[in-house]
């Protein structure tokens, strides 16, 4: 009888999975639909997605990270001990609700940065090397990480290096799960 009632209520109210499925599944759809049109860029242009993304958070926030510093300006330039609390009370303040706008562009760009994760791994899944123009960072890294090569104004990047004392390949793709 208990397992009738309990049938009979999920079929009424759902499981947590079915209200998981039906919460998630148009981020999915959102977050394939940037993956689709990731499978055209070059390299070059699928990294430069996240400078891109960089440039929209500062821009999103940069009104913040004026205020904060003007008020820090003064904050420090204030001789009397009050005003000075009350500055620091108010970068608290302007602190706090950068971190909440950070959170509203974070959630807004999370669909096309796990496209751009996605795409990543489906290209490094299916090629040994990828190659792109070489930056400061690829150079620092080819310096340390045999995995990735400089050739010319070029940055080869091996699908394959040694971690933890391990061989590793990188052979997957994210899913929808």
Not at 25 to 46: G, K
Request: charged share 35%; no cysteine; hydrophobic share 40%.
């Amino acid at each position: 009888m208990l397992n009738f009632f309990k049938k009979t209520v999920k079929k009424l109210v759902g499981s947590k999975q079915d209200k998981d499925m039906a919460l998630y599944a148009p981020l999915v759809d959102e977050i394939n639909a940037h993956y689709e049109r990731m499978h055209a860029l070059s390299n070059d242009e699928l990294r430069a997605k996240t400078t891109a993304f960089k440039a929209r958070i500062a821009d999103y926030l940069s009104e913040y990270d004026k205020a904060i510093a003007e008020t820090r300006r003064d904050a420090e330039r204030a001789d009397d001990f009050e005003v000075k609390e009350q500055l620091f009370d108010q970068i608290d303040k302007l602190q706090k609700e950068k971190d909440e706008q950070l959170e509203i562009i974070l959630k807004e760009l999370l669909p096309e940065a796990f496209a751009v994760v996605k795409e990543t791994a489906r290209r490094f899944a299916e090629n040994e090397t990828l190659e792109v123009t070489a930056t400061d960072h690829d150079r620092a890294l080819a310096a340390r990480k045999s995995h990735v090569e400089i050739q010319g104004d070029k940055a080869i990047w091996h699908n394959e290096w040694v971690a933890a004392g391990g061989h590793i390949k990188w052979n997957m793709v994210h899913y929808d799960v």
